[in-house]
């Protein structure tokens, strides 16, 4: 499961974050994900949970901010939203358009302490 893997990762940096803030404890933490970027939002907030353990990331709640896949149509001259990720065609002129413009993101984007 790479979700563990990128919830030690966050917790990793989050930790690193905290230190030199001063700050004690964290109590939440924002991330951004992208349709495209493989994590399923589920898996990574059981991980997230798992991989915060005893760190000051313990109670820290996984405020995720799931991205929809964007991308540029050159016939509309526009950023479109796909409806449905796998499915790279304008909604609608319907002109395949591979130009990812959002979807890929895996970002860690803020932290709050209490
Ligand atoms: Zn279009």
């Not at 905290?18 to 589920?42: C, P, Y």
């Not at 526009?78 to 499915?87: C, F, G, I, M, Q």
Request: charged share 20%; aromatic share 4%; hydrophobic share 45%.
């Amino acid at each position: 499961m790479h979700e563990l893997s990128i919830a030690y990762n966050i917790v990793n940096i989050a930790t690193k974050a905290a230190q030199e803030a001063g700050a004690e404890q964290i109590s939440a933490v924002h991330v951004r994900i992208g349709a495209l970027s493989g994590v399923v939002a589920d898996a990574l907030r059981f991980s997230f949970a798992i991989a915060a353990e005893g760190t000051p990331l313990a109670n820290a709640e996984l405020i995720i901010e799931e991205v929809p896949v964007v991308v540029f149509c050159p016939e509309c001259r526009a950023e479109v939203t796909l409806p449905n990720p796998r499915l790279f065609r304008c909604p609608s002129c319907h002109r395949p358009c591979g130009q990812i413009v959002h979807g890929r993101e895996l970002e860690l984007v803020a932290l709050e302490t209490p």
